[in-house]
T-cell receptor, first 112, second 113 residues
Framework: DSGVTQTPKHLITATGQRVTLRCSPR?????VYWYQQSLDQGLQFLIQ???????AKGNILERFSAQQFPDLHSELNLSSLELGDSALYFC???????????FGDGTRLSIL | GQQLNQSPQSMFIQEGEDVSMNCTSS?????WLWYKQEPGEGPVLLIA?????ELTSNGRLTAQFGITRKDSFLNISASIPSDVGIYFC?????????????FGKGTKLTVNP
């Protein structure tokens, strides 16, 4: 158990819809990272938050947004969903720049 | 952008054999990490490396951070059936103090008992 909790485990929805993925980091970790895993692209970094502030952005679409709340949990919002957004979405957390990232078990998003 | 070339893509071995996989890049990385992923789960950290030349072991696993900072390898000795899974290398790029991880495409390991 990595200590990183992601909900829900599975999401099935339709094109054009909007979903919210939730992540609770390990106790004490201030940094939260979101990654997308697809068969063709592998694991890709989306965005990082540190103590409530956006720290770094990767290949995140404009239709996607995230935030980190005062209790340090984070949410990834995906809107105007397309078939190609079907993927596994992972959250990771770490205690700082020189600390390893620990991953949750992911949310599997299926767009029908 | 940064890319990690991980090889081999897959390995089929007999229980008890040793395994070696590696990652290379044209860019310099500050940190190298190795993860293992099993179906329905997230990547699980195996080994983290922070200094060029560093050699670190975790049980039957040994990993090294290359001297050039552009490569890393992972060895598994005396493989057992529960070693089955996909192994990923990941690196933190040097430029800009980035904390993001860049991942290799993975090595799928199958162990025949």
């Amino acid at each position: 158990d990595s200590g990183v909790t992601q909900t829900p485990k599975h999401l099935i929805t339709a094109t054009g819809q909007r979903v919210t993925l939730r992540c609770s980091p390990r106790s004490g970790d201030l940094s939260v990272y979101w990654y997308q895993q697809s068969l063709d692209q592998g694991l890709q970094f989306l965005i990082q938050y540190y103590n409530g502030e956006e720290r770094a952005k990767g290949n995140i679409l404009e239709r996607f947004s995230a935030q980190q709340f005062p209790d340090l949990h984070s949410e990834l919002n995906l809107s105007s969903l397309e078939l190609g957004d079907s993927a596994l979405y992972f959250c990771a957390s770490s205690g700082g720049p020189r600390q390893p990232q620990h991953f949750g078990d992911g949310t599997r998003l299926s767009i029908l | 952008g940064q890319q990690l070339n991980q090889s081999p893509q897959s390995m089929f071995i007999q229980e008890g054999e040793d395994v070696s996989m590696n990652c290379t890049s044209s860019s310099i990385f500050n940190t190298w990490l190795w993860y293992k992923q099993e179906p329905g789960e997230g990547p699980v950290l195996l080994i983290a490396l922070y200094k060029a030349g560093e050699l670190t072991s975790n049980g039957r696993l040994t990993a090294q951070f290359g001297i050039t900072r552009k490569d890393s390898f992972l060895n598994i000795s005396a493989s057992i059936p529960s070693d089955v899974g996909i192994y990923f290398c990941a690196g933190q790029p040097r430029q800009g103090g980035s904390e993001k991880l860049v991942f290799g495409k993975g090595t799928k390991l199958t162990v025949n008992p």
